[in-house]
């Protein structure tokens, strides 16, 4: 296996001419790139810890969106989704079960690049710095796990700034109620959807000036929730 220095990635893809193209502009990178061909033999390879996951949906042995369920359940590891159905509801469908990003066949692979960097990038960066939003409204230290509204604490518990975590590394992303349950208590977990949503009410109360119209957490009907700050650093 190849360690890059830029960061180790995980090609899930059955065509050999994509996943071979895709690896070559990787490794051009720096990357460290590992392929797998089925859903099973990437099962066995992630064992082992990636910084990223380029998975394609049509796969031989099982769909690409049961994978991305199963990695979900306990890895927050960034998922770029390839895929050659590109319509509405699968995008949201496949951001829904926890993929980060979604690609369109045919897609350029530079831009493939430009988008594994991107998130890659923000994970780095994330995980040093505060976030900080709507002029500085809220921020969220993810190190310290604190958080301030106006500058002043709020206590959180820790299930709620997990949540409140999730959903603001991923701004303007749908995070369905599946994911966020199976990101915060780990698969065991035999929740309902309304435990997070009693989460969701209690993060709106703390965090929100009027619940009613909460500028930070919105609710996605029928799917689950979207962070609607916008960061200070953009
Ligand atoms: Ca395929």
Redesign the pocket.
């Known amino acids: 296996m190849d360690t890059g220095k830029s960061g180790k990635i995980l090609i899930v893809?059955?065509?050999k001419k994509i996943s071979d193209i895709v690896a070559m502009y990787l490794k051009k990178e720096g990357f460290g790139v590992t392929t797998a061909d089925t859903g099973e033999k990437a099962m066995n390879l992630l064992k082992e810890p990636f910084d990223l996951i380029v998975l394609?949906l049509?796969?031989p042995d099982f769909p690409g969106e049961e994978l991305c369920k199963i990695i979900r359940e306990t890895s927050d590891v960034p998922i770029v989704m390839l895929t050659a159905k590109s319509g509405e509801e699968d995008r949201i469908h496949g951001l829904g079960i926890g993929a980060d990003d979604y690609v369109v066949k045919p897609f350029s692979p530079r831009e493939l690049v430009a988008r594994v960097k991107a998130h890659l990038r923000r994970r780095g960066k994330l995980a040093r710095r505060a976030l900080s939003f709507n002029e500085g409204l809220l921020t969220l230290d993810t190190e310290n796990h604190e958080v301030k509204k106006k500058g002043v604490p709020v206590v959180l518990t820790h299930t709620e700034f997990r949540i409140l975590t999730i959903l603001a590394e991923r701004p303007g992303r749908i995070v369905s109620r599946l994911h966020l349950i199976n990101m915060v208590q780990g698969y065991d977990f035999e929740g309902y959807d309304r435990t997070i949503d009693a989460h969701i009410k209690n993060l709106r109360h703390k965090i929100e000036d009027d619940q009613r119209n909460p500028v930070f957490i919105k609710t996605v009907y029928g799917v689950g929730y979207k962070f609607t700050g916008r960061s200070d650093e953009d």
Do not use: F, S
């Open positions: 893809e059955d065509e394609d049509m796969l």
